[in-house]
């Protein structure tokens, strides 16, 4: 079933416009009493097509539920900018995964370094491959990828979660299933680029309440870590 996303839902009179409404006239060649689903806010609007016209779709409502692929523990993920490939792909993949958030932060061991207007450029690109994401795996909501931040905004950041992960190879972390996730609401996860964290950053973000954990022996490329430790994380919080 077709899936649409909004920020805002008037339950009473659902509609499609602009670009989604010719979609569904025009793409898909959908017709009256086909269904489709709205998302908003975490919830799934099952409807019934209504009418179609040439800049609208009017739709019935027919079920409201809560989205079921969505997590139960939000996941910000503090992604260090890879080269712009690698990072659409971490996107994508991530939220597939059921992150909530993806943050592209610049570190000392970035090799793609970005300025912040030329970032700003490629951020509506981002985002589209993450809507894209969404809706193909099913989502209720459309993960927000936020503008670049440096280190230091990352570490304010992450004073809202409520637990904070960051993978460092070096000695001194513990396994994945030794970190204490029971009551955590909102986990933020750090990942490096290319050329991972430098003692430095590590040691501020273990000072700044995040705990180091190490993925094993092998040495993961930037885009494979992430992916490989939401699918931990997702699976210890019983939401895999």
């Given amino acids: ?39 908003c806010c975490g919830y799934d609007y099952r409807c019934n097509i209504r009418q179609i016209t040439a800049d609208c779709v009017f739709l019935d409502l027919i079920e409201k539920v809560r989205c079921a692929a969505e997590p139960a523990v939000e996941v910000t993920l503090f992604q260090a900018i890879p080269k712009l490939d690698k990072l659409e792909y ?47 795996s099913g989502r209720g909501i459309i993960p927000e990828v936020t503008d670049m931040v440096n280190f230091g905004q990352m570490l304010e950041m992450m004073k809202s979660l409520d637990r904070n992960i960051i993978l460092y190879e070096e000695e001194g972390g513990c396994r994945f299933g030794e970190t204490d996730l029971e009551g955590a609401k909102s986990v933020g996860l750090i990942v490096g680029s290319e050329g991972g964290f430098d003692q430095e950053e590590a040691l501020k973000a273990v000072a ?31 939401n895999m």
């Fill in 90 to 136: 971490i996107i994508q993949k991530s939220v597939e995964l059921g992150v909530s958030r993806i943050v592209p932060v610049l570190t000392r061991r970035c090799i793609s370094r970005p300025d912040q207007k030329d970032f700003a450029k490629k951020l509506p690109r981002l985002q589209k491959v993450a809507q894209e994401a969404a809706k193909q």
């Fill in 208 to 238: 700044n309440n995040a705990q180091r954990v190490w993925l094993g022996k092998r040495i993961l490329r930037c885009e494979t870590a992430p992916i490989s430790a939401l699918s931990i994380l997702m699976f210890l919080t019983n």
């Fill in 1 to 39: 079933m077709p899936r649409f996303f909004t920020n805002n839902i008037d339950e009473e009179n659902i509609t499609l416009t602009g670009s989604d409404a010719n979609h569904v006239g025009r793409s898909l060649r959908m017709r009256p009493g086909e269904e489709v689903t709205v998302c």
